[in-house]
C-alpha cells in the first residue's frame, strides 16, 4: 500500500525565521500529485501547495516552496519568514491508484515563536 | 461562495446506536470524498463519488459503514451500530474535477463523533 511519511512530529520556528517540513513517500506509479495542507486549530484544512511529479520544477506559493526530489520519494515544504499564522498541523499527501484519493501522512504540527 | 458544510459538528452517540453525518459539497463539484481522521493522526480514505456513482469504497472500515450522493451533489455517511472505535473526525471533501488526479480538495469542517 502506498504510504507518506512525515517524520517530525513537531516543528518550532521563529517568527520571521525559515523552517523546513519533512516528507517522504512510496509510490510505484509514475504519474501522480503531492500535496501539502495545512490545519489549524479547530478550523478547516487547506491546501497549502501542490506539485506534479512530472514537472522538475519546484512549486512555490508566496512564502512557501517544495524541494521535490522524484528519484529520493522526497517532497519537503520550506516556509520563509515565518508567520504567527502560520501555526498548524501540517499535512503531506500523495495521490493514489491513478485516481483522486488522497493518502496522508500523520502530520506535523507546527509552533511559531514570537 | 459558500465552502463545504457539514452536519452535525459534533454528535455524541451511545454505542449500538446508528448515526449519519450530511455533507453539502461546493456547487458544481464532481467528486466528493470521505475520510476519517483518528486524533493525532491524519485523514484515511472511507469512500469516492463522482457524481452520483461511488467509484472507490474501498476504505470503508466494515459494513457497518455505508455513503450514498443520490442525487450527486448531498452525501451521508451512515454508520450502523456505532463501536467505540468509530470515534473520530469526519471530514468530507470535494473537487471540480473527474476521476483525473491533482485538482485541489476543498475540505469541510469535519464532524467529530465520540461514541460512549
Redesign the interface.
Known amino acids: 500500500a502506498q504510504t507518506v511519511t512525515q517524520s517530525q512530529p513537531e516543528m518550532s520556528v521563529q517568527e520571521a525565521e525559515t523552517v523546513t517540513l519533512s516528507c517522504t513517500y512510496d509510490t510505484s506509479e509514475s504519474d501522480y500529485y503531492l500535496f501539502w495542507y495545512k490545519q489549524p486549530p479547530s478550523r478547516q484544512m487547506i491546501l497549502v501547495i501542490r506539485q506534479e511529479a512530472y514537472k522538475q520544477q519546484n512549486a512555490t506559493e508566496n512564502r512557501f516552496s517544495v524541494n521535490f526530489q522524484k528519484a529520493a520519494k522526497s517532497f519537503s515544504l520550506k516556509i520563509s519568514d515565518s508567520q504567527l499564522g502560520d501555526a498548524a498541523m501540517y499535512f503531506c499527501a500523495s495521490t493514489q491508484g491513478g485516481s483522486e484519493k488522497l493518502v496522508f501522512g500523520k502530520g506535523t504540527k507546527l509552533t511559531v515563536n514570537p | 461562495g459558500a465552502?463545504?458544510s457539514q452536519s452535525p459538528r459534533y454528535k455524541v452517540a451511545k454505542r449500538g446506536q446508528d448515526v449519519a453525518l450530511r455533507c453539502d459539497p461546493i456547487s458544481g463539484h464532481v467528486?466528493l470524498?470521505w475520510?476519517q481522521q483518528a486524533l493525532?493522526?491524519?485523514?484515511?480514505?472511507l469512500t469516492?463519488f463522482q457524481n452520483e456513482a461511488q467509484?472507490?469504497k474501498s476504505?470503508l472500515p466494515s459494513d457497518r459503514f455505508f455513503a450514498e450522493r443520490p442525487e450527486g451533489s448531498v452525501s451521508t455517511l451512515k454508520i450502523q451500530r456505532t463501536q467505540q472505535e468509530d470515534s473520530a473526525v469526519y471530514?468530507c471533501a470535494s473537487?471540480l474535477?473527474t476521476?483525473?488526479?491533482?485538482?485541489?480538495?476543498y475540505?469541510?469542517?469535519?464532524t467529530r463523533l465520540t461514541v460512549t
Open positions: 465552502g463545504v467528486s470524498f475520510y493525532g493522526q491524519g485523514p484515511e480514505f469516492y467509484l472507490d476504505g471530514l473537487s474535477a476521476a483525473s488526479p491533482g485538482p485541489e480538495q475540505f469541510g469542517p469535519g
